[in-house]
Every structure is written in structure tokens, then in C-alpha cells.
């Protein structure tokens, strides 16, 4: 584990401690979201009180199985990236982060696939995987047709890093895939929806995430399970079986109630024969790449050189 950014410190804690004191003038987030509540955090961008901005360089398409996807081609492809959005398997979308995917396009020469999976709650467990592993199984049939490159590579932020897992698992056990992806990028993922300590004993402060909406974001996806279902390796992948997994780089923050999850999924990933990169961003909160932060400007280049270079 190498602890990075604590230059940053001062900077990084002052944010969290803003984030806090704006987020005690709100009513708190109900742990089951009504109608009204879903569409107005869906309609925002993540992170934020306006829509986000969509980009004329994204192509909506629709792939196998009726999943759509978002697609990004820069000038120049060396391989492509599908890449799972976060928002607590309830929000966020394919379309919600049009400019760092371009950018992240551009210079890192990969089509980046963004997949618009269906959310909770309407659409709870295992639809979201379902989608997810349709549009890796397209890419693994059409990545060289479509864009010129059988370089692939898997990743996301939050909910999208756990389902990235769970989508590499399923391509595994299901359809005896492997070694098609060659590299995962996983972003403050929660790996054990049963709860890991981190998550128990994290409490109510009103960062971006912390115990009271992990439950509530749990309930949403997976309703009516209790934690011994929720261990199942279907579902929290810190349970499953990580051999035959490419090599991963996972990111967390000090300050996120998920630290746990990144921390033993990344011994275990070892443990099974890949190579981890792990990185414990200092005082960061849950889902910080959302604010213009310095750490979230080094973590975006950090990201950048992974994925430019993985699985040459």
C-alpha cells in the first residue's frame, strides 16, 4: 500500500470539511430515495446540483442484447476501454462524464465504451451485471472489427468498479474468458455488500458517502437481502474466486468509508497471481475525482499513464 498526495493534506481535508458544513444546511438523504428524489439526482451530475455537459463527441449506440453504450474514438486507437459509471448502481449514466472520457480518450489513444446499465431500484440485481457483461462479451466479438485494436481494458468509479469485477468474474465462470481484458482500473469500489469494518464503523458524517447511504444504496440494489446473502461471490466479489483476473490499480481515499474494500480485495487479488498497483489517496472522501481538487488532477494523469500503458 503506498499512501500518495499528503502534500496535499491540508487542501484535501479544508474540501472535506467545506463538503460537510454545506451538506448540514440539506435535509439528509432518505436510505430508499422516492421518485422525486431519483429523478433530480439523476438528471445531475454526479456530485453536483447541474446537468452534466454532453459532448458532440460521444456516439450512442446499442449493442448486443440491447444494452447502449456511449463511445468515444479519438484519432488515434490503441486500445479500448469499457468503462462502468458509478452513482450507487441508482444514478449517474453513460452520457455523465462526457469530458474526462474524451479527455481521457485523447491521451491515452483508447476508445473508451462507457455502458448505460439499467439502475436501481426499477431494475435491481442482477440486472445491472447483466448489462455490464453483455457489453464486455460485444467488445471481446468486435473490439477489433469496431475500432482496429484487441487491446482491452475494464474499469470504473464506485458502483462501476465493483460491477467491473463482477463483470470480469462472470466472463470467467460463465463463458470461460479470460486474459481478453488486460487490465483493470478500479476506482473507490465496494467489494463486500455485507459491509466490511471500514463501512460499519464509518458513521453519518455528511461526506459523499458514509455508512447510513451504503445501507440505503444496498437495499436499492439488492432489496430484501440480508448480509449472508450478500456475501454470495455473485454479489460482493471480495468473496469470490480471483484467479485468472489481469492485473489491477485501485484507488481510495483515507477518508472513505470503502478504504476496507480496496485494501483486502487488493491482498486477495494478489494472493490469486496478478499484480495490484494500490494507492491510498491521503484524506480523501468517497468519489473525490468529482471536484476539482489537485489529488483529482494527479489521480486523473496517474489513470491516464496506466491505462496508456496496460497490457502492451
Do not use: K
Amino acid at each position: 500500500m503506498t499512501i500518495t498526495d499528503e502534500d496535499c493534506l491540508a487542501e484535501t481535508l479544508a474540501f472535506n470539511e467545506q463538503f460537510e458544513a454545506a451538506a448540514a444546511s440539506r435535509p439528509p438523504r432518505e436510505q430508499t430515495p422516492d421518485a422525486t428524489v431519483l429523478a433530480r439526482l439523476r438528471r445531475n451530475r454526479l456530485g453536483g446540483d447541474t446537468p452534466p455537459v454532453r459532448l458532440p463527441h460521444g456516439q450512442d449506440r446499442v449493442v448486443a442484447g440491447g444494452v447502449g453504450v456511449r463511445v468515444f474514438v479519438p484519432g488515434q486507437v490503441d486500445g479500448v476501454y469499457l468503462h462502468i459509471h458509478g452513482g450507487g448502481w441508482a444514478f449517474g449514466s453513460a452520457d455523465g462524464q462526457d469530458e474526462r472520457l474524451w479527455r481521457l480518450a485523447v491521451r491515452a489513444r483508447l476508445a473508451v465504451v462507457s455502458v448505460q446499465y439499467r439502475l436501481a431500484p426499477e431494475h435491481p440485481f442482477p440486472a445491472g451485471p447483466d448489462d455490464c457483461e453483455a457489453a464486455a462479451r460485444w467488445l471481446v466479438g468486435h473490439a477489433a472489427a469496431e475500432f482496429g485494436t484487441g487491446r482491452l481494458l475494464i474499469g470504473g468509479e464506485s458502483a462501476g468498479a465493483h460491477l467491473s469485477v463482477v463483470t470480469l468474474l462472470r466472463l470467467r465462470d460463465r463463458h470461460g474468458i479470460t486474459g481478453a481484458f488486460r487490465a483493470a482500473n478500479l476506482l473507490f469500489g465496494p467489494y463486500d455488500l455485507s459491509m466490511t469494518p471500514s463501512q460499519r464503523s464509518f458513521g453519518s458524517r455528511r461526506l459523499l458517502s458514509n455508512t447510513d447511504t451504503l445501507r440505503g444504496s444496498y437495499e436499492l440494489v439488492t432489496p430484501g437481502m440480508g448480509a449472508e446473502r450478500r456475501r454470495d461471490a455473485e454479489i460482493s466479489p471480495l468473496f469470490a474466486d480471483l484467479t485468472g483476473l489481469p492485473p489491477a490499480r485501485m484507488v481510495v481515499g483515507t477518508e472513505d468509508p470503502l478504504l476496507d474494500d480496496s485494501l483486502f480485495l487488493s491482498q486477495r487479488w494478489q494472493a490469486a497471481g496478478a499484480a495490484v498497483q494500490l494507492g491510498v489517496v491521503a484524506g480523501a472522501m468517497h468519489g473525490f475525482t468529482l471536484f476539482p481538487l489537485t489529488i483529482t488532477g494527479r489521480e486523473q494523469e496517474r489513470e491516464r499513464e496506466f491505462l496508456a500503458t496496460a497490457g502492451r
